[in-house]
């Protein structure tokens, strides 16, 4: 599937490949996050490879940007001296430096719940409604990522800074050399578009790094079992993009004359949930007339049918919504495939995420659900852990590979994708249970772990660290505050509770239960469900905010 418009970024005309097949890193797959991690080892002195089976421009999701990806793309830019790297980090500084490359504008989170066969009505309570501001003001706003053109240009970089690309290529097999060498996999590759051809290149490195999300290409060559079963969510999506989608701030004007005055910021300017009985639908809009559009279905209720193809299942599903079939009455696919994509099972789970000698990054080692644009930020904080910890390694002299961090990076991982796991998991219970009031507060327990981990990120920023990667991992904090115990138990605790108590005192059940981490006055808006600073730098938490804590 590929976005109908050509992209704006040029790539190299001829990418070359390299006569010496040796290298200290091999990275498998050039999306935004191997090739951020490739360009950084690159230009600390490494040499390094990338090897993808398709090329770029090319369509991907996963395109929501949040506060905690903007900090950890700032920090990777100064720590690495990447000065083309941060004006990604927010809207009006990306508009400056690359109009050429589309994105939008995403100021935080808006909620809209729907009834079947009744029109969209907002309320004069904003009962049926959440908006929570991830960022102060439009111009130093988050963003959302136009993936063909993000990725494409990500992987530009890092073949101008020196890594040697290896595109339209597949894996064909791996071997781990037992003797002691300066590389110890030796790697070959074929071309993925004329697989009959017999040619195959030999290329050996010393670690081997797995960007390829859900490719899993090491986890299929290594044998590593996917432990889904282990989750609780258990979702799909059917996804495209969109032209001509109606922005749904003017649906609403239209429905109900200044309806939207209350609102903290553009509802569009979002990532935006409409809340239905089968699950929730995304809309991320750019800011050209391409809107991405995901239905997300809880499989725990509604089970994908056999008979039923993609295009139907979707038109079916949001033809039960008559503001949403309206809507969509006038939109049109963009891209070159006759439907939208479905999915099987979104979750996967690697048995292993780290070895002593290869590494998976967060999105390769599993996912859970987009419902918490959890994916961009989870991808970077694993390429900012990952690069400090493979810098840490000799290039030649000593190819032994730091175990004890690699095993640390292992555990943040898995438990960074479990918290996410139980985050999201609440939110389909409260869906199941139609609602949309214990949506809305336990969705609070994803906005106090998103603030507080922004906190903690930004002390762990500004405190001196030795040189040295294993006491610099060991403080910096797990996303989401999932190596935080209290946190974590809050959580469960909180998901337990949901079918037993009633919308009223779950909301203050949850209120307080998470007072500890609450620094940005949730649960008390001025105006009902509208939360119009709850940017953590608006409310610097106080001084007893939680420490790492396993």
């Not at 509802?267 to 559009?293: I, K, P, Y």
């Not at 959890?374 to 840490?392: D, F, P, Q, Y």
């Not at 796991?421 to 949506?439: M, N, T």
């Amino acid at each position: 599937m590929t976005n109908s418009r050509p992209s704006a970024i040029v790539q190299p005309a001829t990418l070359p490949t390299s006569a010496d097949p040796n290298f200290d890193f091999i990275v498998i797959g050039s999306g935004f996050a191997g090739s951020l991690l490739a360009t950084i080892l690159q230009t600390q002195g490494r040499r390094v490879a990338i090897v993808d089976r398709s090329s770029h421009p090319r369509f991907a999701i996963g395109e929501s940007s949040t506060p905690a990806a903007s900090l950890i793309l700032s920090s990777l830019a100064d720590q690495y001296d990447l000065a083309w790297l941060k004006p990604f980090a927010k809207y009006d500084t990306w508009k400056a430096a690359y109009p050429e490359i589309t994105t939008g504008r995403k100021r935080g989170f808006s909620y809209f719940q729907h009834e079947a066969g009744v029109p969209f009505q907002p309320r004069p309570d904003h009962s049926n409604e959440l908006l929570a501001a991830a960022s102060s003001s439009d111009e130093v706003s988050d963003t959302q990522w136009l993936r063909s053109d993000v990725d494409a240009f990500f992987f530009k970089q890092a073949c101008a800074s020196g890594v040697v690309p290896f595109e339209n290529s597949e894996i064909d097999s791996l071997r781990k050399l037992t003797l002691t060498t300066d590389n110890g996999w030796v790697v070959k590759i074929r071309s993925s578009q004329d697989p009959k051809s017999g040619r195959v290149d030999k290329l050996s490195a010393g670690f081997l790094i797995d960007a390829s999300g859900a490719g899993q290409v090491l986890a299929r060559h290594l044998g590593i079992k996917d432990q889904a079963d282990q989750l609780a969510t258990n979702s799909r999506v059917i996804f495209a993009h969109f032209t001509g989608l109606p922005k749904w701030r003017v649906t609403l004007e239209q429905t109900s004359p200044a309806s939207t005055t209350d609102h903290p910021f553009h509802c569009d300017h979002a990532a935006q949930h409409h809340v239905l009985e089968e699950g929730w639908m995304w809309w991320l809009r750019f800011d050209s007339n391409v809107t991405s559009v995901g239905l997300v279905l809880d499989d725990r209720a509604t089970r994908q049918s056999d008979i039923r193809d993609s295009d139907s299942e979707f038109h079916d599903i949001i033809g039960r919504y008559p503001s949403l079939n309206t809507a969509f009455a006038t939109a049109s696919l963009t891209n070159t495939t006759a439907m939208p994509i479905r999915t099987k099972r979104l979750q996967r789970l690697a048995a292993q995420i780290a070895g002593d000698d290869w590494a998976m990054l967060p999105h390769t080692a599993g996912f859970i659900d987009p419902l918490h644009s959890t994916g961009i930020a989870h991808s970077l904080a694993g390429v900012e852990r990952l690069a400090s910890i493979l810098l840490a390694r000799k290039p030649a002299a000593d190819i032994s590979a730091p175990a004890p961090m690699l095993q640390l990076y292992d555990s943040v991982v898995r438990e960074e994708l479990t918290l996410i796991d139980q985050l999201v998991v609440g939110c389909y219970d409260a869906i199941a249970e139609r609602s949309f009031r214990k949506l809305a507060a336990f969705t609070m327990c994803y906005f106090a772990a998103a603030t507080t981990w922004e906190h903690r990120q930004l002390n762990c920023a500004s405190s001196p660290f030795p040189e040295n990667a294993s006491r610099l991992e060991s403080h910096r904090p797990a996303l989401l505050c999932a190596d935080v115990t209290e946190f974590r138990a809050a959580v469960s605790n909180l998901r337990g509770r949901l079918p037993h108590e009633s919308d009223e005192s779950f909301e203050q059940l949850c209120k307080e239960t998470l007072a500890p981490f609450n620094h940005v006055d949730l649960f008390e808006p001025p105006i009902p469900n509208m939360y119009g600073a709850t940017a953590l730098l608006e409310h610097p938490p106080s001084n007893n905010e939680h420490s790492t804590s396993k």
